[in-house]
């Protein structure tokens, strides 16, 4: 199966807990440009098919916003541990959905959201427990 741009938008979407209208919207609102920019990075680096002009147009930027968003990944990277997992997960995803049957996307993005959704609530259980270990 071939990822496609919108593809890669859902799965972050879902991810980050935005909608796909934020993500392609105008917000500058950081909770969402961070999604933004994570998935302009996917899409460049799953979508090889794709020109950065292309990318661009799927996402209502222009091709310097993309190069932007795929330099300010890889710098967040380097410097954020939670950023590169969060990043790793999500292109992990998107090689599953790449060998996969077509059908099974949807199967495969609904299990994503549980699967963030646990995540999130397990690291929300180890901040608690932290805290109140510290008190």
Not at 59 to 71: L, P
Not at 85 to 92: E, I, K, P, T, Y
Request: charged fraction near 25%; aromatic fraction near 8%; glycine fraction near 4%.
């Amino acid at each position: 199966m071939r990822i496609t741009a919108r593809t890669v938008l859902t799965l972050v979407a879902n991810h980050y807990e935005v909608s796909y209208a934020e993500i392609t919207g105008p917000s500058r609102l950081r909770r969402i440009s961070l999604p933004r920019q994570v998935a302009m990075f996917l899409v460049w680096r799953h979508c090889s098919h794709l020109s950065k002009p292309q990318i661009g147009k799927a996402m209502s930027r222009d091709h310097t916003s993309v190069f932007h968003g795929i330099q300010k990944i890889e710098e967040g990277i380097a410097m954020s541990a939670d950023l590169a997992r969060d990043v790793a997960f999500l292109s992990r995803r998107l090689g599953a959905m790449r060998d996969f049957n077509p059908e099974w996307k949807t199967r495969i993005i609904i299990a994503e959201r549980e699967l963030t959704k646990l995540y999130r609530d397990a690291s929300r259980v180890a901040v608690e427990i932290e805290y109140d270990q510290a008190a």
